[in-house]
């Protein structure tokens, strides 16, 4: 009995070494033992078995601090690489990543279908391509990331509005055709961990990433924690509702925020326009064969054309508007934006940054940062690779 609860224990302090490691990238043997509070000899054990297996490497010295110097130790990322997946709206990422969240080579292709088999089958198919192109002796696990209120627990999407599903066990249908484990995560809270563990938000403890793209999602950090509520729906933030008495949405909401402010949103605005006769560059890149899209509508704006630069300024204050309510009511030191449109022209993110800016100075002493996702349209993706790595090491020591 005592031998099994002190192989209990190694193994619960190995696991915390090893947390710690690949959180800070590199760092000593004494630091580990005064901040997870092991004693040296412990921590000296711990760590030579992470060196064994190739987990943990010596890379130098560091500082004295009156004595010898310390050997600096460091992460191998490259010991094993994470399979990762973003389900979108309309298509469909696949990429390969190490222990790091950085993205070693990735797919990208149109949402085939919406029947969660088929969608299950176009990924199974884009990793075994990229696995193909880009193999790796050691694969640690997969993440998915859809848009929705997902079960993270199970891996269920209760409920993904915009693409129509209720009750998908998406993380036992992929698990029936990867021999790895599967962790399924909602999108915009991916986002906010591959933003704050490895990009914009890696030097803040409190901060809101808002995706925008054919949806509107919102991942919330707290004192550097994902913050998910009760019933993981903590962040559903497009299907607010900003106009009580406006249309019905498929949430079965009124005026949701996404019906307003999404790049759906504003190409309904566009459709509407050009039906009453609007003169735009719009129009004329629609003749030349092209389809109606948020990516054209930025577009007509870099082109100069006034009423593209118009609906893109607007989109953007009114999202600004409603990430101003998010501020007041969370605080955080950084809001991060990200999704497709968050790569139109400049006249989109102006205009959402500066009304934020106004809004927050309501109750705040200084605006609160606003900042473009550093990984772009990738950030859910690497979140869900960076959410698999933190996901298995909770769980287990891999090479255990």
Known sequence: ??????????????????????????TSRPVIAQELHLSPATVASLVAELEECGLVQEDGLGKSRGGRKPAI????????WVVAAKVGVTRVRVGLANLKGELKGKRVAPLASRNPKDVVHQI???????????????????????PGVIDRETGEVLKAVNLGWENVPLRNLLAERFPWPVFVEDGADAG??????????????NLIYVVVGNGIGSGIILHGELYTGQQHVAGEFGHTSIDFSGPLCLCGNRGCLELYASARA??????????????????????KG???????????????????????????????????????????????????????????????????????????????????????????????????????????????
């Open 1 to 26: 009995m005592a031998t099994l609860y002190q192989k209990r224990v190694r193994e619960d302090n190995l696991r915390k070494v090893l947390r710690f490691i690949h959180r800070m990238g590199s």
């Open 73 to 80: 130790l460091r992460f191998n990322a490259e010991w094993s």
């Open 124 to 146: 199974t198919r884009m990793v075994a391509m990229l696995l193909e192109e880009l193999p790796h002796p050691r694969i640690l696990g997969m993440g998915v990331c859809c």
């Open 192 to 205: 906010a961990l591959g933003e704050k563990w490895f990009g914009s938000g890696q030097d803040v403890e």
């Open 266 to 287: 504003l190409v309904h605005k566009v459709e509407e326009a050009l039906r009453q006769g609007k003169k735009t560059l719009i129009r004329n890149l629609l003749e």
């Open 290 to 400: 092209r389809d109606l899209t948020a990516e054209l509508v930025s577009e007509a704006a870099y082109l100069g054309d006034p009423f593209a630069l118009q609906v893109l300024e607007e989109t953007g204050t009114i999202l600004g508007r409603a990430i101003g309510n998010l501020v007041n009511l969370f605080d955080p030191e950084l809001v991060v934006i990200g999704g497709g449109l968050s790569l139109a022209h400049p006249a989109f993110f102006e205009s959402l940054a500066t009304t934020v800016e106004a809004q927050s100075l309501l109750l705040h002493r200084r605006p609160v940062a606003v900042r473009k996702a550093f990984f772009g349209g990738d950030s859910e993706l690497v979140g869900a690779a960076a959410l698999t790595v933190e996901r298995v090491f909770g769980e287990r020591v891999p090479m255990l």
